[in-house]
């Protein structure tokens, strides 16, 4: 056999090597596509879920103030979370300095949604950050019994009944949850608050703000959350 022979069948082969791997690469690459389609290939909607927060009933049973909440949130391919959060806060507080006495009740809400931080958005836990906008409307009882001036020696008293205030807010949020057996799922969340804009009473500053908590521009929060999948 020539050598002129020889190299062109080597080359025959080479080039047909290569064709069979080309071929084989772009099969397992059309095979890979495939199977993240079918993988992926999820419905939009997964569904809902609802929670209750159980930190803030513990927080009002033992101190002055605290709030009860509920939050329904829908699940936009595992991925994305549309969530609202509604919640009733309440305080009654004696300041044993001043002995100013504060009480206040009123409803609250935040709107916002949670994205899933996972790289397996399917997974049945979560790890996820998030963003609400918050308001409230409330009104404010201050009163402080009657003492006597220490300059005048005439008694004074203060009193303020009823007083309306509002005010709206910004959250970061960062939680997680976990699947603890079928729909039932725990969760806890740290919050990041920003106070936007606020009417505070007459008084000024209110001492704490339904859903907000104790009064402050900034402040952190938490959640603790029993969740139900449907």
């Given at each position: 056999?020539?050598?002129?022979?020889?190299?062109?069948?080597?080359?025959?082969?080479?080039?047909f090597?290569?064709l069979?791997m080309?071929?084989?690469?772009t099969?397992?690459?059309?095979?890979?596509k495939l199977?993240?389609?079918?993988?992926?290939?999820?419905p939009l909607f997964?569904g809902f879920?609802?929670?209750?927060d159980?930190?803030?009933p513990m927080a009002?049973?033992?101190?002055?103030?605290g709030?009860?909440e509920a939050?329904?949130?829908i699940?936009?391919?595992?991925?994305y979370?549309?969530i609202?959060e509604?919640?009733?806060?309440?305080?009654?507080?004696?300041?044993e300095v001043?002995?100013?006495?504060?009480s206040?009740?009123?409803?609250?809400?935040?709107?916002g949604c949670?994205?899933n931080?996972?790289k397996?958005k399917?997974?049945?836990?979560r790890?996820?950050?998030?963003?609400?906008?918050?308001f409230?409307s409330?009104k404010?009882?201050?009163?402080?019994?009657t003492?006597e001036?220490?300059?005048?020696g005439?008694?004074?008293?203060?009193?303020?009944?009823g007083?309306?205030?509002?005010?709206?807010?910004?959250?970061?949020?960062?939680?997680?949850d976990?699947?603890?057996?079928g729909?039932?799922h725990?969760?806890w969340?740290?919050r990041?608050?920003r106070?936007?804009?606020?009417?505070?009473c007459?008084?000024?500053?209110?001492?704490y703000?339904p859903g907000?908590?104790?009064?402050?521009?900034?402040r952190l929060?938490?959640?603790?959350?029993v969740i139900?999948?449907i």
């Amino acid at each position: 056999m020539t050598p002129m022979r020889n190299t062109s069948t080597y080359f025959s082969r080479l080039t047909f090597s290569i064709l069979l791997m080309v071929a084989a690469a772009t099969s397992a690459h059309a095979q890979g596509k495939l199977f993240a389609l079918v993988k992926d290939s999820i419905p939009l909607f997964r569904g809902f879920s609802v929670s209750i927060d159980i930190a803030g009933p513990m927080a009002k049973a033992m101190s002055d103030h605290g709030e009860y909440e509920a939050a329904l949130r829908i699940n936009l391919h595992d991925q994305y979370f549309p969530i609202v959060e509604l919640g009733y806060g309440e305080a009654d507080h004696n300041d044993e300095v001043t002995q100013l006495s504060y009480s206040t009740k009123a409803p609250y809400f935040r709107i916002g949604c949670d994205l899933n931080l996972l790289k397996n958005k399917h997974a049945p836990n979560r790890i996820y950050g998030g963003i609400r906008y918050a308001f409230t409307s409330y009104k404010v009882d201050m009163s402080r019994p009657t003492i006597e001036d220490p300059i005048w020696g005439t008694p004074t008293s203060f009193e303020i009944t009823g007083e309306s205030c509002n005010q709206h807010w910004a959250e970061l949020v960062f939680g997680i949850d976990a699947k603890i057996f079928g729909p039932l799922h725990l969760g806890w969340n740290v919050r990041y608050k920003r106070r936007l804009s606020h009417k505070d009473c007459s008084a000024g500053n209110t001492w704490y703000i339904p859903g907000y908590g104790k009064y402050g521009d900034t402040r952190l929060g938490a959640n603790f959350n029993v969740i139900i999948d449907i």
